[in-house]
């Protein structure tokens, strides 16, 4: 259920009303669900309104645990990698290093 | 800092969560893992429904991994007494039905939103339940009722809508409240001796406003792993991937593989919200029957908000479709396509249940991406 | 300058009024001899090639200005694209009016201008029109009827039933455009975007791909239902499988996020400016070359093949997407509506 896309705000137009950008796509919304959301934020997209803040460090840190998931099943094979233990592990190695790939681009499947 | 580095801290690479050779990869280790163990993985999200078919993964899973569509599609869990009530408020004269486009084509006992459309009536799609308040707003000679269906994903949105139109005062605004809450549903299922679930792919916009602990009743009580996940293709073989490794190391856990939309502990402002206007009730679901304390009725402080209290309509017997046999498809109890309607008396075209209508129901997303 | 302000019924009463609606609007914006002649049909030359192609479209958008184009501009390209696909070179339209009681005669105006630049830039022209004014109510604004006819040249015979295994297919240019630049201007919607609709005449890019690539064996343009019908036709009338990778599919970022936003597969929305091509493999190179040095056709892609159908199998249309699965393209059914759900 439930379909919801992450859209930029650009602009807050008072305490509940917001501008969200989706790849050029704009909308106004109500941010009355997200009262934390500062111009910048992603948030999640329904039915009008902002529902949740996007964090981009559990995105990033997310993608890298994903990215080394199979690897590390891999090298243990019989062996299961708790999805908590790689994400604090991930965590831990974390450095100062930015990430690969740093464009926005929520849609262009095609 | 510079502005510019500011907002690169900000940045999120939405795109990775598509990347095909992180996708490749990952069904390389699901097919591994699961080598030929039977495994049924339920998914509760219609838009999980619409994304595993779009993405085609029923095409790449390994032969025993059997992906089920649960009861996740709030139009298809509708019972028909509520989409009765709900077209018998549309024949009224002088009402605007505000709705979202999901419930157009919805069939009750014997008409739909659509057909009462046709016939003259004033029914209009809304993307927002706020484009219905500012409709009601914009036209007071109307009387606009707004269909709330949903999960705990869409109920904030229309609470807070209906205090919206408190705010602006508004008398020609109301709600046909049909909402419903996923954890009892998931019990149901769990509880279920026809259905063998062995993990459920949670939905990440529930869990978004939910947080994880409405979950763990699955673990305690019938050792069922379960991982909340997005909707990218790389979050959802990564839930399936980590239910794989749970259902065969018999380690079951709740796991949260979508952190960038769903802490644990949700959000509490929009439950919040949802509580001050809403209050459970016993709700009927297609399919599951009477669930206990399952559903969401509007509080009486704002009874005026509330269609089922304000507008008095004889709502006709209920008729089920004979033959149809949407509720054991949305228990994963059978595949759509065991089902004698199913591609024969019930297609997108001409849908007998409401799992063939709803784009995202089971039926119609079996019928649009398989075989 | 017209003289009324707005339609009335006596505009179509067949007096006086009439007369002057059409002298001073349409005789005014489309003006071609064929039409000054003042006859009730037109008469104009054809090429002596044997066969001639037709076709008609009729045009009830809302609104009937949005971003891109506006009712006029679709109803000539609508109908010079229908005919183009045949291989024809199409050279008149004809065009009929149904007007409501009241409608701004400031916008029909402005209606037939574009209507009539469209023509002249697919180097066509409308050489007879009628009108109908019904009462207020009786209908949405404007509607508009064009028909279109052009001669096939010798040895030219495309169709849709003519797909063999191996064939490639081409699209020319990004998907959907049409249908979100309408689709973003209607009211309970409304975003904003700088999406414009690609209404276009594509009758020198066929001809330019045709020529490119001779025995292609048909075109068609993926207007409602967008590609996914378009491919189901092909490959129900030919009896085979049509394989598309999505990958190579062109669609604007802005079309796929408000694709995403409103839960539509992009590859059933609107388009009225683009061509799909079917061409045997050895002429696909020259196909694409052709379709990207002619105007409307800078994005055109090579998305698929037709494969052979497996011995009892249905003709169907399925999709490889770019994480190595597949899953099955079905026609649009109903009408698109946004789902939150």
């Not at chain 3, 104009?44 to 009729?58: K, W």
């Amino acid at each position: 259920m439930c379909l919801a896309v992450p859209g930029n705000i650009v602009a807050l137009h008072d305490d509940v009303t917001a501008t969200v950008d989706m790849l050029g796509v704009q909308r106004d919304i109500s941010v009355a669900l997200t009262p934390d959301a500062k111009v910048g934020d992603y948030v999640l997209v329904h039915a009008g309104f902002g529902i949740q803040v996007i964090d981009p460090e559990e995105a990033r840190l997310t993608l890298e645990i994903f990215q080394e998931i199979p690897e590390l099943v891999s090298e243990e094979l019989d062996g299961v990698v708790p999805f908590g233990a790689a994400a604090d592990a991930a965590a831990e190695n974390e450095t100062d290093e930015t990430p690969a790939a740093g464009t926005v681009a929520v849609g262009a499947v095609a | 800092m510079t502005d510019g580095s500011a907002r690169d801290e900000h940045r999120i690479d939405f795109e990775a969560f598509r990347d095909p050779d992180l996708a490749r990869s990952l069904i390389e280790r699901i097919d591994e893992l699961a080598g030929d163990r039977e495994l049924n993985f339920m998914e509760v999200c219609g838009t999980h429904t619409m994304s595993i078919g779009r993405y085609g993964f029923r095409s790449v899973m390994p032969l025993g991994i059997h992906l089920l569509s649960g009861p996740g599609c709030p139009v298809c869990v509708t019972a028909n007494q509520d989409i009765d009530r709900i077209i018998a408020l549309a024949k009224l004269d002088g009402l605007t039905i505000a709705t979202f486009g999901d419930m157009m084509r919805v069939p009750g006992s014997t008409s739909s939103l659509a057909a009462q459309k046709a016939a003259g009536h004033d029914v209009r799609i809304v993307y927002s339940p706020l484009d219905a308040v500012q409709l009601a707003q914009q036209h007071p000679e109307l009387n606009v009722v707004f269909v709330g269906v949903g999960f705990e994903t869409t109920t904030p949105t229309i609470a807070a809508s209906i205090l919206d139109a408190e705010a602006r005062g508004l008398t020609n605004f109301s709600v046909m409240s049909a909402h419903k809450m996923t954890p009892p549903a998931l019990r149901a299922i769990a509880d279920d001796p026809e259905t063998r679930i062995d993990g459920f792919i949670l939905p990440g916009h529930v869990s978004t406003i939910t947080g994880l602990a409405p979950y763990r009743f699955l673990v305690d009580e019938f050792g069922i792993p379960g991982v909340v996940t997005g909707f990218e293709p790389v979050d959802i073989l990564e839930s399936i991937l980590l239910l794989t490794e749970m259902a065969i190391s018999g380690r079951p856990a709740i796991e949260n593989a979508y952190r960038r939309g769903v802490s644990s502990e949700g959000n509490a402002v929009a439950r919040g919200v949802v509580d001050k206007v809403f209050e459970t009730c016993d709700a009927t679901w297609r399919g599951l029957g009477k669930l206990p304390a399952s559903g969401l009725a509007i509080r009486p402080e704002y009874a005026r908000f509330d269609a089922r209290r304000r507008l008095d309509v004889d709502v006709e017997p209920t008729r089920e479709p004979r033959g149809c046999r949407c509720g054991d498809v949305l228990r994963g109890a059978i595949a759509p396509t065991s089902c004698p309607l199913f591609g024969r008396a019930c297609t997108p075209e001409h849908p007998v249940g409401p799992c063939m209508v709803s784009s995202e129901g089971s039926c119609a997303a079996y019928f649009r991406y398989h075989e | 300058m017209a003289t009324d302000t707005t339609v009335l019924l006596g505009h179509g009463s067949g007096g006086q009024m009439m007369k002057r609606l059409i002298d001073e609007v349409f005789l005014d914006a489309f003006g071609s001899p064929e039409l000054l002649a003042g006859n009730d049909s037109g008469v104009a030359a054809l090429a002596p090639t044997g066969r001639i192609a037709m076709s008609t479209d009729s045009f009830v958008v809302t609104p009937q200005f949005f971003p891109g184009g506006d009712i006029g501009r679709l109803a000539v390209c609508g109908t010079v694209n229908d005919v183009s696909t045949s291989g024809a070179r199409v050279h008149y339209l004809s065009c009929g009016f149904i007007l409501e009681e009241g409608y701004p005669m400031d916008d029909l105006l402005r209606i037939c201008r574009s209507m009539a630049d469209t023509a002249a830039e697919a180097g066509v022209r409308i050489i007879t029109g009628d009108t109908k004014v019904v009462g207020r109510g009786g209908a949405d604004g404007v509607y508009i009827n064009t028909a279109g006819v052009g001669e096939v040249p010798e040895g030219v015979e495309l169709s849709g039933s003519a797909c063999r295994p191996g064939d490639v297919v081409l699209v020319s240019g990004t998907l959907g455009d049409h249908g979100i630049a309408v689709m973003s201007q209607r009211e309970g919607l409304s975003f904003s975007t700088t999406i414009e609709s690609d209404a276009a005449p594509l009758n020198h890019l066929v001809a330019a791909a045709l020529e490119a690539a001779p025995h292609t064996r048909c075109f068609r343009d993926p207007t409602r239902g967008g590609l996914a019908s378009t491919l189901n036709e092909f490959a129900s009338a030919s009896k085979v499988e049509i394989e598309v990778d999505e990958q190579n599919v062109p669609v604007n970022p802005q079309v796929q996020a408000a694709c995403e936003m409103l839960g539509y597969d992009v590859l059933q929305v609107a388009n009225e400016g683009k061509m799909v091509a079917v061409v045997p493999a050895d002429e696909a190179d020259a196909a694409l070359a052709a379709m990207r040095a002619s105007r409307y056709g800078e994005h055109a892609a090579i998305i698929g093949r037709v494969c052979e159908l497996a011995p009892d199998a249905k003709p169907r249309v399925h999709v490889r997407t770019p994480w190595g699965s597949t899953r099955i393209l079905d026609m649009l059914v109903g009408e698109q509506l946004p789902r939150i759900c």
